[in-house]
């Protein structure tokens, strides 16, 4: 077992287990650091750079980089949350973010994080990109249009033997998620809802359910992201 | 002093908004002391009769009518403010702006279950007195400049007060949580 090793975030001191990452460690001592694509249980990707932090005065994401002693951290700074505004915001304009219509309004974190920083309008253009939606699996259904490509489905969903049934397809603009079309047919219940789980946004759902908790009781209907920590 | 005086309008909207304007209740009796109404669907008044401190809007822009509208608005009001997700982002009507507009008017007056067997003539309504569908929907800050946002479907009208009353009182706008939604 590692040392505890003393660090700061806003100049608080706090102390963590050297070689902890650093949304655990911050976790540990009650500090929030804002996380999207990160997924517990499942190794960190770094993709969405919500939880960017200066570390020593240099920008790193909090959930790839390991503490180490020493370590000065900045984390709720009105400069790094304007940075994660901003990623927010791009994701906004980058997919067609329908909240009124969406099944997962209330329980989705990205929405969630734009009520954080209270996100009132994106400061970038809206795409309007035109993209489809995949219903023809039993069990789920993939809305590209939702999509922030975080790979969480990728990375933390697999079959009995290991296999992934969700890829990236092609590059830039274009990267979509990609539905084995077979290993999405044989998908168990259990896998299915934990692959609807995995989803941050409303991109994978459920084909049978939809709006069943009453707006007023959702997860983020009374308290922002974070207020657990 | 004279009273500020409000306009409202509805684009590319349900009503809701100005529904939700309504949903304040009794304070709706503390509104009209506080302020004064202008051009607004609320007392049917059609033309701008004197230039007016905040215009509310509602809905974005679908229409070349919207476009019109929502610039005669910038030209009249000195705030103006994008009220709910259509101003904001379009809204439920922006979900045609990957279809193009010959499909969408082909889909509601030809090919559509409920139009299929009775446009016999197969005629898209094109008379010159009907405003022209835009390309796609456009939220307001992308046609004029905005001045505040009040996000919601429909904004709640806890929301539409507080940003009312401290624009009127000239205060900071206090944006609660629990009524700061995108739904």
Redesign the interface.
Known sequence: MAELSSFTIDGLKCMAREGTSIIDAARQNSRYIPTLCNLEGVPPKGACRICSVRVNGKLMTACTTKLSPGMEIENDTSELNDLRKAIIEMLFVEGNHFCPSCEKSGECELQALAYRYKMEVPRYPYFFPKRPIDASHPRIVKDHNRCILCKRCVRAVKDEKGRSIFAFLDRGFETRIYVDPDLAGQLTEERARKAVEVCPVGAIMPRDEAFKTPIGQRMYDKKPIGSDV | MQKPVIATASLAGCFGCHMSLLDIDERILDLIELVDFNKSPINDIKEFTAECDIGLIEGGCCLDENVHVLREFRNHCRILI?MG?CA?????P??R???SVRECLEEAYLNGPSVRNYNEGKVLPNDEELPVLLN?VY?C??VVK?D????G?PPDAELLWQALTALIHNKEMD?P??V????
């Open positions: 994008s997700e904001i982002m379009g809204g439920l922006a979900m702006n990957g279809i796609r939220p800050h992308e905005m505040y946002f009040l996000p479907c944006l949580y629990e700061f939604k995108f739904d």
